[in-house]
């Protein structure tokens, strides 16, 4: 009989886990979120970029009939790829790209084609217009001459070092917001929320000394880009001080989700959104990560195009920050309790994971 009882009662360990066993694997739930979510994200928006393009916004410069039989021929070819118009001039053609609504216009020539482009508006879209009409100018026979209006940073030949810029700020001010959360938690909202913003102050500060002086990514209207960068981690921080109140443990898979894995896949950094599915292309449009990179090009590079849509983005994503933040104090001066559905508030996992992001 003895044995018996050990028996079951060694059978209901195997059947019902230790309760530190339980709770490793709540905390494990986490960082397996986080990496399908990253495979998903990453994989999804960057892995077949000429599979995905769709109205890459070109031009044929000329007016002739024979200027639009081609423009409708490469339509009629390349399909949905690619959005062909005529524009009547070079002049024409230029002040189109300087606003950053055309990728590339095309000038046609018996002897000497010429491809005008801004690489700065978009590396990877400078070089699909480039492919395309190198294939153009190839059927004629003749070499085509590329024109860059653009003139980059010294220190960003490739036009991808505001992206890394965007990761830098990210990355502190996610990591800084679960930080204040964790060891303020027992400071009121409204602290917590002081304490964010001067944090957003410091983060974007060493942004724009990096970008800046160190490594030469800009070169010119340094002020502009930390006041966007200070828009950018303000938002990040507030959002996530806010969040932490009603998600608490889940707060950094919530940001890691929001403006890691949606955020820099969307940020036309590496790709713009001509270059990717629709649902990232769509993101594109309104998401904070698009509003500095797209807002800080801009600034740089592009004086005439229309800035104002991409810092609203960035006050918009503020001002959500703004809005959690009462709802918060509400909630934690009623002493609501954390929801049913999620387990109990342990913070020592987040504390974790914020040391594992900052190494």
């Not at 990728?103 to 690489?119: F, M, N, Q, R, T």
């Not at 990560?289 to 918009?316: D, H, I, Q, T, W």
């Amino acid at each position: 009989m003895h044995h018996k009882r050990a028996g079951r009662h060694a059978l209901g360990h195997l059947i019902i886990p230790h309760p530190t066993v339980r709770a490793v694997t709540v905390h494990l739930l986490t960082p397996v979120l986080m990496c399908l979510g990253m495979g998903l994200a990453y994989i999804g928006a960057f892995h077949a970029p000429q599979d995905h393009a769709h109205g890459l916004k070109v031009a044929v410069v000329g007016d002739s009939a024979r200027d639009r039989l081609l423009a409708q021929a490469i339509k009629d070819k390349a399909g949905d790829t690619v959005d062909v118009t005529t524009l009547p001039d070079r002049a024409a053609a230029r002040h189109q790209i300087m606003h950053r609504d055309l990728v590339g216009a095309y000038v046609p020539s018996a002897k000497h084609p010429e491809l005008i482009v801004a690489d700065a508006n978009s590396s990877s879209s400078a070089t699909a217009a480039q492919d395309l009409f190198t294939t153009v100018a190839a059927q004629q026979g003749d070499p085509l001459k590329v024109t860059d209006l653009s003139r980059l940073a010294s220190g960003d030949p490739g036009n991808q070092g505001l992206f890394y810029v965007m990761i830098a700020l990210s990355i502190g001010a996610n990591i800084s917001a679960i930080t204040i959360c964790t060891a303020g938690a027992t400071l009121a909202v409204w602290l917590r929320a002081a304490l964010g913003v001067g944090t957003a102050l410091v983060v974007s500060v060493i942004g724009a000394v990096l970008a800046g002086p160190v490594f030469h990514i800009v070169d010119h209207d340094l002020w502009g880009v930390w006041g966007m960068a200070w828009l950018y981690t303000t938002g990040i921080l507030l959002i996530g001080i806010g969040l932490h109140t009603f998600l608490k443990r889940f707060t950094m898979l919530a940001l890691m989700a929001l403006f890691i894995m949606l955020n820099f896949t969307s940020s036309g950094g590496i790709f713009e959104p001509e270059l990717q599915s629709g649902f990232f292309g769509a993101l594109h449009a309104f998401w904070n990560g698009a509003g500095f990179v797209e807002g800080a090009r801009s600034l740089l590079y592009f004086p005439s195009a229309a800035l104002g849509g991409r810092l609203l983005s960035l006050v918009l994503w503020l001002v959500a920050g703004l809005l959690l933040l009462p709802a918060a104090a509400a909630v934690e001066r009623r002493g609501a309790p954390a929801p049913a559905h999620l387990p109990a508030p342990d913070t020592s996992a987040e504390e974790e994971m914020s040391g594992a992001l900052a190494v």
